[in-house]
């Protein structure tokens, strides 16, 4: 009765933070929405059931029981934006006993290198680009998860708590605090899964430096900033379905539709209402021998109306590869951080390596 008892209390406190969508940000700690690692994000992001390795902590907490090994480790890094913004993350798994798993993560988006023009122009109003300096600012996260499998009820639950740290140079920080929620069940030749992310609401406390962000020209004052603030994160649920299939010979097939649930009024999702947006995505990998995998992903999936009223969907495309070898994996991904048409394509690695103790001596 448990779960029962948590799915209901789950649901009440998504009706409850509802009454705060019309006060709160939609946008917020949305580095964390980006994705991990290029095997997901060559799917479009759908692989709430079906991410079981280094980087499962941050799409399901509940997959942390289902890595084949006793250990599992993985990195990824990404640029965006011509290589202005770069995005890390790496993870750790450990597979406890048959029952329950723990996991590690962290994540980083930054950007370096940054003008810093605030102090350009003298006390006497005189522009000296001596006094231009340069300063870094970064998203990070840092994810602690846990797994347990639910014999009784053929269930996998687990969670995650997570420490957020952002920072813009000298000029403002912020630290919070969140958990995310994740359920994962087969039914039959079916998986079905998801992830309820933020919880409680995650809060980020930010404070500023105004000293640093004030403007200084003659004896006037510009660009005055508060000395602290709070961010608040609302939940969002990601539900997902997937099934596998042998196709011919050592060649089959795995598809994932993912729904992504915001319950913070209307976003331009496919479909969008007062009491919330849900957000289409679908996956498919197709795999020889367990070797060899080809990937490919539909997500941003949007309705669009240009000036003469005529209505058009479009939608974001993604290609992947990956290999498995003792071990080992090394995954890529051709995908796009926005919508099409605008921003440029990104070229995405990650590599994993899972392994138990009989390998270690093999290994150091």
Not at 29 to 46: D, P
Not at 146 to 169: D, F
Not at 293 to 307: A, C, H, W, Y
Request: hydrophobic share 40%.
């Amino acid at each position: 009765m448990r779960p029962t008892i948590l799915l209901f209390y789950v649901l009440l406190l998504l009706g409850v933070q509802g009454a705060l969508a019309q006060t709160t940000p939609k946008y917020s700690n949305e580095f964390l929405q980006v994705g991990v690692g290029a095997r997901a994000l060559s799917m479009g992001g759908s692989v709430v059931t079906s991410e079981l390795g280094p980087f499962s902590t941050f799409w399901n907490p509940a997959s942390l029981t289902l890595q084949g090994q006793k250990y599992g480790v993985g990195a990824m890094h990404a640029e965006y934006f011509a290589g202005i913004a770069s995005f890390d993350a790496i993870g750790f798994t450990y597979r406890q006993d048959s029952l329950s798993g723990f996991s590690l993560g962290f994540v980083r988006l930054g950007v370096d290198d940054i003008l810093n023009t605030t102090q350009l122009i003298d006390k006497e109003g005189n522009l000296d680009y001596s006094r231009i300096s340069l300063f870094s600012t970064s998203d990070n996260a840092f994810f602690v998860g846990y797994g347990r499998i639910i014999p009784q009820l053929g269930l996998s639950i687990g969670g995650n708590a997570k420490i957020i740290y952002r920072h813009v140079g000298q000029f403002a920080s912020a630290y919070g605090f969140g958990i995310d929620l994740g359920a994962r069940k087969g039914l039959g030749k079916w998986l079905v899964a998801a992830t309820l992310r933020d919880v409680t609401t995650t809060f980020s406390y930010w404070t500023f430096n105004s000293k640093k962000l004030e403007i200084q020209v003659g004896d006037s004052t510009f660009n005055y900033a508060p000395s602290q603030s709070v961010e608040l994160t609302l939940p969002r649920l990601i539900a997902g379905v997937s099934r596998r299939i042998a196709v011919v010979g050592k060649v089959s097939a795995m598809a994932e539709l993912n729904l992504e649930m915001t319950f913070d009024g209307r976003r331009h999702t496919l479909i969008s209402s007062k009491a919330a947006s849900i957000d289409p995505k679908l996956g498919l990998e197709v795999g020889y021998d367990g070797l060899v995998f080809l990937r490919m992903g539909v997500n941003n999936i949007q309705e669009e109306t240009d000036f003469g009223g005529k209505k058009s969907y479009s939608f974001q495309p993604n290609l992947g590869l990956g290999v498995k070898w003792r071990g080992w994996s090394l995954d890529y991904a051709l995908t796009n951080i926005g919508s099409v048409g605008i921003g440029q394509y990104s070229n995405i690695f990650s590599v994993g390596y899972s392994f138990d103790r009989l390998n270690l001596n093999n290994i150091f």
